[in-house]
């Protein structure tokens, strides 16, 4: 077997622990000035109170499995309740839909459920079911 030929390097450098030291930077735009802040600003603000949504554990009429139910929202249309019900289906690795305005959860998910809508400006409550 022969032994494979080397590439020559300028100036005879070997490439060990910093293979990036011999490019330059001329050319290349300036980075944008940072603001100190700014991103945290941004986040620090506390989420607007949307109003009480309910949660309800329900297994009636449904061949014994258990359902996550929220109800009673107030103010917001279908498809912020589509995306509502994608994130909780996401965050609990189950299925769910949105019928008769209230979201349903397959399996009982109400507080990963209740901590979703806290995050989106809701309270929670737990109701009777």
Do not use: Y
Request: charged content about 25%; hydrophobic content about 35%.
């Amino acid at each position: 077997m022969s032994r494979k030929k080397q590439l020559p390097v300028e100036n005879d450098a070997t490439f060990g622990q910093q293979p990036f030291a011999g490019l330059s930077s001329v050319g290349l735009p300036a980075a944008p000035p940072e603001v100190p802040g700014a991103a945290s600003s941004v986040r620090s603000a506390p989420p607007r109170n949307r109003g009480r949504v309910d949660i309800i554990r329900q297994t009636a009429h449904r061949g014994g499995k258990t359902v996550t139910v929220v109800k009673n929202f107030v103010g917001i249309g279908l498809p912020e309740k589509e995306r509502l019900a994608k994130a909780m289906q996401k965050a609990c690795g189950t299925g769910g839909t949105v019928k008769d305005g209230q979201i349903e959860i397959q399996g009982d998910r109400r507080e990963d459920v209740a901590r979703i809508l806290s995050e989106a400006g809701f309270r929670p409550v737990f109701a009777g079911g």
